[in-house]
């Protein structure tokens, strides 16, 4: 008698399992990548490092579910120089640069065209895409070092190391 109840038991917990890992599965199925969040990070984090007057961003896009390609094919619409797109885990690292004064010609512009963008790469898209570069240039152009605030750190920093 005890058996019965065992082997019961155990088939019970198999359809369970079963049942578990089918919904996990149509959990990860219904979730799809969100592109646009994805290039909203990379411009927030360019717009970062722009402001702080670097042209050059290195950052993480956590829980990515996009392929570092699709990421850098975007990244290079906007105008980017995508200098590192790969993925790690769930994450993806990337490094970008953009140019302070001059235009850079894409060395893939003939290759790939523009048309591969994903939902409607209209003109106005495309014009606001060159208009984030342009704004990142001024933004990191326009931030000049402040020498005299950190040679006052520097001071502070060394006479609190003397009087240790």
């Given at each position: 008698c005890g058996s019965r109840h065992v082997v019961a038991f155990a088939v019970y917990c198999t359809s369970m399992a079963?049942?578990?890992?089918?919904?996990?599965?149509?959990?990860?199925?219904?979730?799809?990548?969100?592109?646009?969040?994805?290039?909203?990070?990379?411009?927030?984090?360019?717009?970062?490092?722009?402001?702080?007057?670097?042209?050059?961003?290195?950052?993480?896009?956590?829980?990515?579910?996009?392929?570092?390609s699709h990421i850098k094919r975007e990244a290079e619409i906007l105008g980017l120089n995508v200098l590192k797109a790969e993925k790690q885990g769930k994450d993806v690292y990337m490094k970008v640069d953009w140019d302070r004064g001059s235009k850079r010609q894409r060395e893939d512009d003939q290759q790939e065209p523009v048309c591969k963008r994903q939902k409607g790469a209209s003109a106005i898209a495309q014009h606001q895409d060159v208009a984030f570069t342009e704004r990142l240039t001024?933004?990191?152009?326009?931030?000049?070092?402040?020498?005299?605030?950190?040679?006052?750190?520097?001071?502070?920093?060394?006479?609190?190391?003397?009087?240790?």
């Amino acid at each position: 008698c005890g058996s019965r109840h065992v082997v019961a038991f155990a088939v019970y917990c198999t359809s369970m399992a079963s049942t578990f890992a089918e919904s996990l599965g149509q959990l990860c199925a219904a979730k799809k990548p969100d592109l646009q969040k994805y290039m909203n990070d990379v411009k927030r984090n360019c717009e970062k490092e722009a402001s702080n007057g670097f042209n050059t961003a290195a950052f993480w896009i956590w829980n990515c579910l996009s392929p570092p390609s699709h990421i850098k094919r975007e990244a290079e619409i906007l105008g980017l120089n995508v200098l590192k797109a790969e993925k790690q885990g769930k994450d993806v690292y990337m490094k970008v640069d953009w140019d302070r004064g001059s235009k850079r010609q894409r060395e893939d512009d003939q290759q790939e065209p523009v048309c591969k963008r994903q939902k409607g790469a209209s003109a106005i898209a495309q014009h606001q895409d060159v208009a984030f570069t342009e704004r990142l240039t001024q933004l990191s152009s326009a931030t000049k070092p402040d020498l005299e605030r950190y040679m006052a750190d520097v001071k502070k920093k060394c006479e609190k190391e003397a009087s240790n």
